[in-house]
């Protein structure tokens, strides 16, 4: 199950975060999304080491912690994408797609007349639409 | 990995024992320990003692289990191998003994005999040596060595001559008794290994707790060989026998099985990753490590022990971030070279902190579950106190009661009541927050040093909870303002939060109000928009969810506490106060956080305003404060403090603790002062500068309450950075003032520009200057508007082509020889009305600067000064003349210039240039000019004691007509040079116009006979020409001298001169006479030829051609009657003469030999005037 969904802005700003968890640990995912950019950071910035994963937005995933698993992508404008699961066992196959249609989501939401990019993304449209991408999420890798 | 004992943590060493020849025990010790592998040694001195290493009763493995099994592994097994049961024992005999009397041959027969029987048991290996001296080396008894050899039952590389008197024979003896002992420690372990692992092999091992236990030992044994992989392939195997063992063993109690089997699984693993690290296999150890991790983390246990498990399991992350600590340098190589699996390992997991944070966060787990379990017990009953008498047992992981029964001891197995008893005891002993702490610590500064800073954050934000809880404020509050700044630069808003919450609560706990208020608004103040926090943040920091609401509640509460008008008791505010006696002032600059609790911008509406004209100043304040703010008194400071002003709010009426304001200020009212949120306040006003410079507003302070003062830094709208946090907002931009240009462009500070000055500055130039002269530049001062107080005049001098001013460097003493212009004085200070002159002014002349001051001029007065500047050379330049004066008498006031400045040309006056000439008619034979034609430069020569004509010229080169005054010369030698006249003044002054030439003619007598006669120099005096009398220029009567060198002159004897006498004008027809002299001042007989060239216009009478002699300081003289025939300017018919000696011939030049001839007698009377003729040409 996907727990948390973010995206983050050139300054390596919270643009959109959304947690989906009934747990308390809804603070402890944004530390999480934010560590994690660390480990972005440097896959982009060392790009020797990960070299397969440079070519393509997907950069995998980013690091487990003890519960959770966290993925990130990195779209073409160097925004990036993290999402949190609690899924041990995931296939990359779903990660990939699940990020291809939330890209999809998000580049129809920036390109938004009345949005102005760098600012936090607060379309209700783009919220609804995500928690469906992440619902579909759950429905495909269980099926 | 400390709390190891250190026999887990190093890799096992042989171990051999040396026995008898106590003497030589330290070289030999010394040297096995020395060797690569080490071996360590069992010493032992004499034979007696051999029982130590004996076997102690115990059932032989290979035997077969017939008791139950206690534990799986023996705590003291490895301990054991390592330093009591050694795998070579070495018997040591004297030689004298060896080859000795019989008794000694027994002695040392008997004690061989006792150590075959001790260590048959065990298999270990025998070593003979014998000891003996280098000089009675070969007196041992061939036959004894050999039945000694038999006896010990050794092979004969086994029985080694031990030298140890003599250095080589000693280093050699060493060698082979070092290679015996690794061999057969090599090959005691092979054996022991193969002996156990046969065991394993025939598959009657009784108990899967045997077949761990034999599987550890065959490992142990292997790394005693050094053959790790085979050690390797057995701890693997150990582990994964011992996972059989979960949930099936029945021989202890289920809590303390688990208990076992997790401290079993902790030392295999170790020896694993050990090993796998230590071989490079970085990759391999994390996996090996990941599934430890995920197989035994679901092992959680009995829950009121769960504690335990945590505890384990952080133990296992901080062994291995320990480890892989060691290794890490080539973690570092491999993960450069090593391509990962991209979803296998991510970067973190190569890098120590991740484990040490992983760890911190289990022990943090196991710490909350501790007191969970702690008081629940305590609800229970307590914790008896029969915790004392339990230690560690026998085997791993296990605990017993110590019995004492009558002086022995006994173990007895605890029941799982008791061990979670006993546990619970332990683990309240120990305070595990340090420990915590210290693993984040290790992490953050490593997670720093790879520049990771945000996940350094993270585990500071854990550790300043962890102070927190502690109640070490301070300590937290250090660790939380570090992290903070980061969350606020990347608009972490969230975490932000929390961190500001607890830096919040950590200022109630240090009690400090001000950081308290300060970290109150600035969350009041953060852009948290949404009223219904997710239930998931709920309890998560101390200062509630991130909501709307809690960011107003937080600003009542922090307004309340300020104003201290509000209904909260001071025991809700733990202590906090505002009031009177310490007053709360906060300081907002360009940087600070707190920008966004208010925000002031001002803008001027001009860029520049003449001093005393009124402008138009805006100040706008904005403030993200969740509820509108009541500001009760502005104050806007100005760098000029005079511009300060105040504005009230006409709604409130004043308070009175905030009245005792400056009595001058100027106070302004405004209809609100009520600061809306997220809106700006707008409040213009005019304002009046006075002094000129810039006007910088420089704070705008909002007083809330009597002892409530915000300080902000005024901020120009043009240079304005966005709100930090807030620039991430998707809102309505809006802009400080209503005309978006001035929001644009609008500056906090204002030029102001000088007072004109009502002054005049007069330079009078009158024309170019000459060199030489005192050139007088006078400055008038007239008073127009202006009162002059205080006024000061500046000069200064200034090459217009810039470079090399007046002085090559200004550094260089000033000579006068090195400045081309000086500045040398100033005169005639007067005033126009004739009053006293102040004499105490200030005056300061340098050659190229001057200052003086100006006395007091009421308005319509005058004053003026001359500049007297001396040019001594030629050159242009400017002079810059300033005048700064007060025109008031207050010393506030401000000071007004005036500039002026005048380019003056300076020339040379007069130039003088010179000739020589010789005597009319007359020629002297001078050698030297014959000898030095060519040599284009020669110096003048000059006939000695002969009269010659120096020709003085001065040319006037300036632009204005000069009078001259007189001429003289300054004669080196006077005996030597005769010049006349040697000084004529002038009876009237010469008026000598630009451009004219004035000649003078001077008679030069050359006494001194010497090659290079050194003359002097020609002076001549002038001055300016005053034009029509006018004495204006009072200076002008002093006259100037131009100097000009004559140069050094050749004087010499001439041998022969030359003279033609005729008369002036001759008449048609009527003869005259024409004659040379040769006048001969050698003491020679000169032959001079000579001939006459006939000429039409005269008919001559004389000697045509012919040779003569001219006897020594003689004269000769040659005449000629001549007629003239023709009329006007006539030829002479000329006469060449020629010195034979001299090789030097004469010909009277043209005018020289020139006649007028009248038609008849002129009607002028005509007088001789003989030979010596002086003409001046100008006359």
């Not at chain 1, 966290?70 to 990660?95: E, Q, S």
């Not at chain 2, 404060?625 to 105040?646: G, K, T």
Request: proline share 6%; with cysteine; aromatic share 8%.
């Amino acid at each position: 199950m996907i727990v948390c969904i973010a995206v983050v802005g050139h300054q390596n700003n919270p643009l959109y975060l959304q947690s989906f968890t009934e747990s308390d640990d809804a603070l402890k995912l944004h530390h999480i999304v934010h560590c994690s950019l660390d480990v972005v950071d440097e896959r982009v910035n060392n790009p020797k080491k990960s070299a397969p994963t440079l070519s393509e937005t997907f950069l995998g995933l980013l690091y487990p912690t003890e519960n959770y698993k966290v993925y990130g992508y990195l779209t073409n404008t160097k925004v990036k994408f993290i999402m949190v699961t609690t899924d041990l066992d995931v296939r990359d196959a779903d990660v990939r797609n699940f990020f291809r249609r939330f890209h999809a989501a998000y580049v129809d939401a920036v390109s938004n007349p009345f949005h102005v990019p760098g600012k936090k993304i607060t379309s209700r449209t783009f919220a609804e639409r995500v928690s469906t991408i992440v619902k579909s999420f759950g429905l495909n890798s269980a099926g | 990995m400390q709390e190891y004992p250190e026999e887990l943590r190093t890799p096992p060493v042989a171990l051999a024992c040396l026995v008898g020849c106590p003497d030589v025990h330290a070289l030999i010790t010394g040297n096995l320990h020395s060797l690569q592998p080490p071996i360590n040694t069992i010493a032992l001195p004499d034979f007696s003692k051999i029982s130590v290493i004996s076997k102690a009763a115990k059932e032989n493995p290979a035997a077969g289990s017939v008791k139950p099994v206690g534990g799986i592994v023996k705590r003291d097994w490895l301990s054991k191998h390592r330093t009591r049961v050694p795998a070579v024992v070495a018997a040591l005999f004297s030689s004298d003994h060896v080859s000795g009397d019989p008794a000694q041959w027994l002695q040392v027969c008997n004690n061989l005999e006792n150590i075959k029987a001790t260590i048959l048991g065990r298999n270990i290996k025998l070593l003979v040596v014998v000891v003996t001296q280098s000089g009675s080396k070969y007196d041992t008894n061939e036959d004894r060595m050999i039945s000694l050899r038999k006896h010990a039952e050794v092979d004969s590389k086994n029985l080694i001559i031990f030298v140890p008197d003599d250095p080589l024979e000693l280093k050699q003896s060493l060698n082979r008794l070092g290679t015996a002992c690794a061999e057969l420690a090599n090959a005691y372990y092979r054996d022991e290994g193969r002996r156990v692992k046969a065991c394993l092999e025939r598959k009657n091992v009784g108990s899967i707790e045997l077949h761990i236990r034999y599987c550890f030992k065959v490992a142990v044994y292997a790394e005693f060989r050094r053959d790790w992989l085979e050690a390797l392939k057995m701890y693997e195997e150990a582990y994964h026998a011992l996972r059989e063992v979960v949930g099936i063993s029945t021989r202890l109690p289920p809590i303390q099985s688990l208990v076992e089997i997790k401290s079993i699984a902790e030392q295999f693993h170790f020896k694993i990753s050990t090993l796998l690290l230590h071989g490079g296999k970085v990759v391999e150890a994390i996996t090996w490590f990941r599934r430890h991790i995920s197989y035994y983390r679901r092992l959680n246990g009995a829950p009121e022990v769960i504690f335990l498990h945590w505890e384990w399991l952080s133990r296992q992350y901080l062994v291995f971030a320990q480890l892989l600590e060691t290794c890490s340098v080539t973690v570092q190589n491999l993960t450069t070279t090593v391509s990962i699996p991209a979803d296998k390992q991510t970067e973190w997991e190569f890098y120590p902190p991740y484990y040490y944070q992983l760890s911190a966060h289990y022990l943090k787990e196991k710490n909350s579950y501790l007191e969970f379990a702690i008081s629940m017990s305590e609800d229970v009953g307590g914790i008896d106190g029969n915790v004392e008498s339990v230690v560690a047992s026998v085997y791993v992981g296990q605990f017993a009661r110590l019995l004492e029964h009558e002086g022995t001891y006994a173990m007895q197995a605890l029941t799982d009541d008791e061990y979670v008893r006993y546990t619970l005891a332990e683990g309240k002993r120990f305070q595990d927050s340090f420990e915590i702490i210290a693993l984040l610590k290790r992490s953050f500064e490593a997670y720093n040093n790879l520049k990771s800073t945000r996940m350094a954050s993270y585990c500071g934000v854990q550790m300043g909870r962890e102070y927190f809880v502690m109640g070490e404020f301070s300590n937290a509050k250090q660790v939380f303002e570090n992290i903070a700044s980061l969350y606020r630069q990347e608009g972490w808003v969230t975490l932000l939060w929390e961190v500001l919450g607890y830096l919040r609560e950590c200022s109630v706990g240090i009690s400090s109000v001000k950081d308290f208020i300060e970290y109150s608004l600035e969350m009041a103040a953060m852009p948290i928009m949404t009223n219904n926090a997710a239930p998931s943040f709920r309890d998560c920091c101390p200062a509630g969810p991130p909501s709307l609401s809690q960011r107003e509640q937080i600003h009542k509460k922090a307004f309340g506490l300020v104003t201290g008008e509000s209904g909260t008791a001071p025991s809700e505010n733990n202590g906090l106060k505002v009031n009177g006696d310490c007053p709360l002032y906060l300081e907002i600059d360009l940087v600070s956080p707190l920008r966004v609790v208010l925000l002031a911008s001002v803008a001027f509406h001009e860029q520049i305003v003449k001093p005393g004209a009124r402008t138009m100043i805006t100040i706008s304040l904005r403030s993200q404060l969740p509820l509108n703010v009541e500001i009760d008194q502005l104050e806007v400071q100005f760098n000029q403090s005079e511009c300060n002003f105040i504005i009230t709010s006409d709604q409130k009426p004043r308070l009175a603790a905030i009245s005792h304001v400056h009595p001058d200020r100027r106070v302004e009212t405004a209809p609100t002062l009520e600061l809306p949120t997220s809106k700006w306040l707008r409040l213009t006003y005019d304002i009046k500068p006075d002094q000129s410079g810039k006007l910088e507003c420089i704070y705008v302070i909002a007083r809330i309450g009597p002892n409530f003062t915000i300080c902000c830094r005024a901020e120009s709208p043009a240079s304005m950075n966005d709100l930090p946090l807030w620039n991430f907002e998707d809102m309505t931009e809006t802009i400080p003032t209503k005309d978006p240009g001035l929001a644009f462009s609008g500056q906090k500070a204002i030029q102001v520009e000088e007072l004109e000055p009502q002054v005049d500055l007069k330079l009078d130039s009158s024309g170019p200057a000459l060199v030489g002269e005192s050139y007088i530049l006078p400055v008038t001062v007239a008073s127009k508007g202006h009162a002059i107080h205080s006024g000061e005049l500046k000069i200064n001098l200034v090459d217009t082509k810039g470079g090399g001013l007046l002085s090559p460097r200004e550094v260089e003493p000033f000579l006068a020889d090195n400045l081309h212009v000086e500045l040398v004085g100033i005169s005639g200070q007067e005033r126009a009305d004739h009053s006293e002159v102040n004499i105490d002014n200030i005056q300061k002349i340098q050659p190229s600067f001057g200052l003086i001051s100006v006395p007091f001029l009421n308005v319509g007065d005058s004053w003026s000064c001359k500049l007297k500047i001396k040019w001594n050379r030629p050159k242009p330049i400017m002079v810059y003349v300033s005048l700064g004066y007060h025109h008031s008498s207050e010393p506030s006031s401000q000071k007004v210039h005036v500039h002026k400045s005048l380019q003056i040309e300076g020339k040379t006056a007069v130039t003088i240039s010179h000739h020589y000439m010789l005597p009319f008619r007359q020629d002297s034979l001078l050698l030297s000019n014959i000898k030095a034609k060519h040599d284009s430069d020669h110096t003048p020569s000059l006939a000695l004691n002969e009269t010659s004509n120096l020709i003085i010229s001065a040319k006037n080169c300036s632009e204005v007509p000069l009078r001259l005054l007189s001429m003289s010369f300054d004669l080196e030698d006077d005996d030597s040079f005769i010049i006349q006249p040697k000084e004529e003044k002038f009876r009237e002054p010469i008026l000598h116009v630009p451009g004219e030439d004035f000649i003078k003619v001077f008679a030069v007598i050359p006494m001194g006979n010497c090659s290079t006669l050194k003359t002097g120099a020609v002076s001549l005096e002038w001055q300016r020409d005053s034009g029509l009398g006018e004495g204006f220029y009072s200076c002008s009567a002093s006259s100037q001298v131009t100097k000009h060198r004559l140069p050094d002159v050749n004087v010499e004897l001439p041998p022969l001169v030359v003279r033609l006498k005729c008369p002036p004008h001759a008449i048609v027809g009527r003869p005259f006479t024409y004659s040379v002299t040769i006048q001969n001042q050698t003491e020679l007989l000169q032959e001079i030829k000579y001939s006459l060239a006939d000429s039409q216009s005269f008919v001559s009478s004389g000697p045509h051609n012919d040779t003569t002699f001219v006897l020594p300081k003689s004269e000769h003289v040659i005449s000629y009657m001549l007629v003239p025939l023709g009329l006007g300017s006539q030829q002479l018919p000329k006469v060449t003469l020629t010195s034979v000696r001299y090789k030097a011939g004469f010909q009277p030049s043209t005018t020289s030999s020139t006649v007028f001839i009248f038609p008849s007698e002129p009607p002028f009377q005509v007088t001789d005037i003989g030979e010596t003729r002086f003409v001046s040409v100008t006359e």
